[in-house]
């Protein structure tokens, strides 16, 4: 496996695992209690978990792609942030804005609280990746 796969796969896998943590705790403490008070009656009984772990595994390749950039010495920590945040905020609004366009009974709540956590989340997870890897980042590859 050559350097630069190398260092993708590091940081996809530090992204990863730094997004689960976050983003059980914010199912847990936020988004679970707002999405059953404001859109309960049109959420599904039981979560797909097919689509969650491809929505994660999807996700945070994009979020490592734009935000990371693990192949790219140059890029500043501003750069890698404001990637992610930018790449989390289209991605969630498209979501939310979707669901507020077409969804019965979804709320402007949800589709702001969704939009702003996207681009929140993405740019921690960003940063904290970029830190850990912080030399990894920075090396010129061959």
């Given at each position: 496996?050559?350097?630069?796969?190398?260092?993708?796969?590091?940081?996809?896998?530090?992204?990863a695992l730094i997004f689960a943590?976050?983003?059980?705790?914010?199912?847990?403490?936020?988004?679970?209690?707002?999405?059953?008070?404001?859109?309960?009656?049109?959420?599904?009984?039981?979560?797909?978990?097919?689509?969650?772990?491809?929505?994660?595994?999807?996700?945070?390749?994009?979020?490592?792609?734009?935000?990371?950039?693990?192949?790219?010495?140059?890029?500043?920590?501003?750069?890698?942030?404001?990637?992610?945040?930018?790449?989390?905020?289209?991605?969630?609004?498209?979501?939310?804005?979707?669901?507020?366009?077409?969804?019965?009974?979804?709320?402007?709540?949800?589709?702001?609280?969704?939009?702003?956590?996207?681009?929140?989340?993405?740019?921690?997870?960003?940063?904290?990746?970029?830190?850990?890897?912080?030399?990894?980042?920075?090396?010129?590859?061959?």
């Open positions: 496996m050559n350097h630069r796969t190398k260092n993708w796969l590091t940081a996809y896998i530090v992204a943590v976050l983003d059980v705790v914010w199912i847990l403490g936020v988004a679970n209690p707002l999405y059953q008070s404001a859109i309960g009656g049109i959420l599904a009984d039981k979560t797909n978990f097919v689509a969650a772990v491809l929505f994660y595994v999807i996700f945070v390749a994009g979020m490592v792609h734009y935000g990371v950039r693990p192949n790219s010495p140059d890029a500043t920590i501003r750069q890698r942030v404001t990637g992610a945040a930018l790449f989390g905020f289209f991605t969630y609004a498209t979501w939310a804005l979707t669901g507020l366009a077409v969804l019965k009974d979804f709320t402007a709540l949800v589709a702001v609280t969704d939009i702003l956590w996207g681009a929140a989340a993405c740019s921690l997870v960003t940063w904290l990746t970029s830190v850990i890897l912080r030399r990894r980042l920075a090396a010129r590859v061959p």
